[in-house]
């Protein structure tokens, strides 16, 4: 048996322990009794590899330090499920999350941990004028945070006052200040994405100059994939003296391997598609000249041969067939020799998809290949050696450095949600258009998209709208602060209490207008619902072991923990803690089974078992037959009756079955 205490079960995980773990696995010479030896480090490194002391370049700002402290905090809080608030709570798939933002990360850590494809966020851009509502005080020390953080109220909000202030301009560490709060949620973002996964961030010029370099510190310059530049409000906004802004900017960085799946092609890039096969397949064609430098058969000297056309047959070949055949060179447009973007490996492979053109105007042939609109349209292959600029079967194309374009404007953010809302409420919204760009680009399937900065829930919407236009099953999980919005306003008047709140109504209503567009020629898709979750406190008791000083409060504080589980706690509201720490998804399944009268939960198939309301003595054997590979169960459901825990616990031995009870 697993005797599991509620310290070890309550914490998230620790990014610091994570990462010694890792160097001890990987280097353990460098450690001396569990401490790092960092002569035994250098050692196995090499000196040139280690710096000390001296000039070095680094980003450093007011606070650093303690903003590392708030990241290896760990966090005792929890998730509680809100089956009232949900859509399809059951089989629901997208997950929204109401709570202060790093918290929520640092309960998701374990259960996520390099599963997300897709991690967009729109953080504060601190202008100066808006609100800093993340609670971190980084002048605090570690035990004060951990005494604060834990001091939730009793629904779990986060919504003391004095946690919510403005980041002046005036603020001697105005920079410091934002620096400290993207960084922890940055990091844990990080661990949270897949090897391929991706980030998009938003910002503009007040910090972007700074997210940048402490991106490439968190993720690594070799993992910067672009600086995008975002023209959204081509009127311009009047909020600079000299400049109209009429642009943002979003930087992506990479986890490890992230390969674009490029962009729906535009109207125009579609008009191109005009030539149709025999098979009524639609393709484009492309020049199999290689456009470039100056010196490029000198560059490549096997890339320049000729290809062979008969105008009689129409048919192209890498030999001479007749003494009427053309041979046709890759020349530049000023006539000079160039190279083709193929070699002849590649060509005599795709000889069915070329095809010869007659210039009139430089009065010579050139050759062209074919690019499917359907992916798989002709068996065409390439090899690795060769230019392969353009993809051969293509729905999508490459991201330019900028997007530009009326549909991703503020303007048209601000008509979407009018048309879920029938007020504006928000002067800047973003547009589902871009979030759609940015979904497209990353993800594919049922890839898994994080917004923690979800705001409106513009990424929300764009998922449910992309999945019914694709047909796809991707999932998404929003986390937003409940951030209070004035009563006066559009939104308060419309009683609306927080912007956590619209953002739920919002996916609410985005689900609604999906299920309204059902039809034969538009089925729904399977993946319209989501679970709804509140940041709240651990349904599990802590041990206050630094206040004991005499035995009578020693005896005082064991009495307490009798049970570990807190008075009145939910039994559903424990199994997503327990879902949670024990590394689950969300939108695990869960199977409610009656086991002898007994109420059990199953996940994995019922390879997972958890015992959390009541335990009787004719529940073992039954449980014995399901043959799971773990049984956790909170002792409370005991009794406080020890031989029935025992023989649980003999039961699950004989059976080669891991008991944990907590």
């Known amino acids: 048996m697993t005797d599991q205490n509620n310290s070890s079960i309550a914490n998230s995980l620790d990014p610091a322990a994570d990462r010694r773990q890792q160097l001890v696995a990987l280097i353990p010479e460098a450690f001396s009794e569990g401490q790092l030896d960092v002569a035994a480090l250098k050692r196995a490194l090499g000196a040139e590899a280690i710096i000390e002391g001296g000039e070095r370049y680094a980003l450093a700002w007011a606070g650093k330090s303690n903003a590392y402290k708030v990241l290896q905090t760990p966090s005792t809080a929890t998730l509680r499920p809100q089956r009232e608030l949900s859509v399809n709570f059951d089989e629901a798939q997208h997950v929204f999350i109401e709570g202060e933002n790093l918290e929520v990360l640092k309960v998701l850590q374990k259960s996520y941990f390099g599963k997300v494809k897709l991690i967009y966020i729109d953080p504060p851009y601190n202008t100066g004028s808006d609100s800093f509502i993340y609670p971190d005080r980084f002048q605090e020390s570690k035990e004060d945070y951990l005494r604060r953080i834990n001091d939730l109220a009793d629904d779990g909000t986060l919504m003391r006052e004095g946690f919510f202030r403005k980041n002046s301009k005036e603020s001697g560490r105005y920079h410091s200040n934002w620096l400290s709060m993207m960084l922890p949620r940055l990091y844990i973002a990080r661990n949270l994405l897949r090897e391929d996964g991706v980030i998009f961030v938003s910002c503009d010029d007040n910090e972007v100059h700074n997210l940048r370099l402490l991106m490439n510190e968190i993720f690594g310059e070799e993992n910067f994939v672009a600086q995008l530049v975002v023209i959204n409000n081509l009127k311009g906004r009047n909020d600079k003296k000299n400049v109209a802004t009429c642009h943002e900017y979003l930087l992506v960085f990479s986890r490890n391997e992230f390969e674009s799946h490029g962009l729906p092609l535009t109207e125009d890039q579609l008009k191109n598609f005009k030539y149709i096969d025999s098979r009524g397949k639609k393709y484009a064609l492309r020049d199999l000249r290689k456009r470039?430098?100056?010196?490029?058969?000198?560059?490549?000297?096997?890339?320049?041969?000729?290809?062979?056309?008969?105008?009689?047959?129409?048919?192209?070949?890498?030999?001479?067939?007749s003494e009427n055949d053309v041979a046709i060179l890759p020349k530049r447009g000023d006539g000079s020799e160039g190279r083709w973007r193929w070699g002849k490996d590649s060509v005599s492979k795709n000889l069915a998809i070329l095809e010869a053109r007659y210039s009139d105007s430089k009065g010579r042939w050139d050759v062209d290949y074919r690019v499917y609109l359907e992916p798989n349209a002709t068996e065409t292959?390439?090899?690795?050696?060769?230019?392969?600029?353009?993809?051969l079967f293509e729905r999508t194309s490459k991201s330019k450095s900028f997007w530009i374009g009326g549909e991703i404007s503020t303007d048209v953010g601000k008509r979407e949600f009018k048309e879920l809302f029938e007020e504006g409420f928000f002067d800047y919204p973003k547009s589902p258009f871009l979030m759609r760009?940015?979904?497209?680009?990353?993800?594919?399937?049922?890839?898994?998209?994080?917004?923690f900065f979800a705001?409106?829930?513009?990424?929300?919407?764009?998922?449910?709208?992309?999945?019914?236009?694709?047909?796809?099953?991707?999932?998404?999980?929003?986390?937003?602060l409940p951030e209070l919005i004035e009563s006066e306003s559009d939104a308060g008047k419309a009683g609306f209490y927080s912007l956590a709140e619209v953002c739920r109504e919002r996916i609410k209503r985005s689900i609604g207008r999906a299920e309204d567009a059902v039809d034969l020629a538009t089925p729904a898709t399977a993946n319209l619902g989501f679970k709804s979750f509140l940041l709240a406190p651990s349904n599990f008791k802590q041990w206050r072991g630094d206040n004991i000083d005499s035995p009578e409060q020693l005896a005082e504080q064991m009495q307490m923990f009798a049970k570990s589980e807190?008075?009145?706690?939910?039994?559903?509201?424990?199994?997503?803690?327990?879902?949670?720490?024990?590394?689950?998804e969300l939108t695990t399944p869960v199977e409610t089974l009656d086991v002898a009268g007994g109420k059990v939960f199953a996940i994995d198939q019922r390879k997972m078992l958890f015992i959390l309301d009541t335990f009787t003595e004719a529940m073992i054997q039954p449980m014995m037959e399901i043959k799971p590979r773990e049984i956790i169960v909170i002792d409370g459901v005991f009794l406080d009756l020890d031989p029935l825990k025992s023989n649980l616990d003999l039961q699950c031995r004989d059976a080669g079955i891991k008991f944990t009870c907590l």
């Open 566 to 584: 807190k008075d009145g706690a939910a039994v559903e509201h424990i199994l997503y803690e327990l879902l949670l720490k024990f590394g689950q």
């Open 381 to 391: 292959e390439v090899d690795e050696e060769d230019d392969d600029d353009d993809e």
């Open 292 to 321: 470039g430098s100056q010196d490029q058969r000198k560059d490549r000297p096997k890339m320049f041969f000729p290809i062979f056309y008969n105008e009689s047959t129409k048919k192209l070949s890498l030999t001479k067939q």
């Open 437 to 451: 760009r940015i979904v497209q680009m990353a993800t594919r399937g049922d890839d898994l998209i994080m917004d």
């Open 455 to 480: 705001g409106t829930g513009t990424m929300g919407q764009a998922v449910l709208d992309i999945n019914q236009t694709e047909r796809t099953a991707r999932r998404f999980v929003c986390v937003q």
